[in-house]
């Protein structure tokens, strides 16, 4: 019997601090993504060039490179794939216009209003 194809997603999320990667990636795991992690935005930008990537949800306070400089190469790098920042700050910075698709207070929403956004950000990628 031939293999079935897997029709999942593949969200890559980078954040440099663990507990928080592994809470997202068992949220998306349990909505049927297929879940990649990165610790760094350097180590996010070589696993976006490497590993088909349908959508993008990074952390903006990270050591060394911030969450809106590693979305700007990943828009330059693939201008269509979604990505969603999460942050302390409740609205969207001046210099992430462009580049972040969608901003999320970081710890204020529901698990499952991000588990919406990636569903409406997704689909309308599809269409575009």
């Known amino acids: ?19 928080g990667l592994k809470v997202r990636k068992i949220l998306l795991e349990s909505a049927g993504h297929r879940v990649i992690t990165a610790r ?3 180590e996010g ?38 990505i969603i920042i999460l942050s302390a700050y409740g609205t969207l910075l001046d210099e992430a216009l462009g580049v972040a698709d969608l901003w999320i207070r970081k710890g204020e929403e529901d698990p499952q209003y ?9 689909e309308s990628h599809k269409t575009n």
């Open 1 to 19: 019997m031939p293999k079935t194809e897997d029709k999942s997603t593949t969200v890559l999320c980078i954040d440099d601090e663990e507990p």
């Open 45 to 82: 930008i070589r696993m976006f060039q490497s590993e088909p990537v349908d959508a993008v949800i990074l952390d903006y306070w990270m050591s060394g490179m911030n969450g809106v400089a590693v979305a700007r190469e990943l828009k330059r790098l693939r201008p269509s794939t979604p």
């Open 40 to 42: 760094s935005g350097g």
């Open 114 to 122: 991000l588990l919406a956004k990636i569903k409406e950000l997704l």
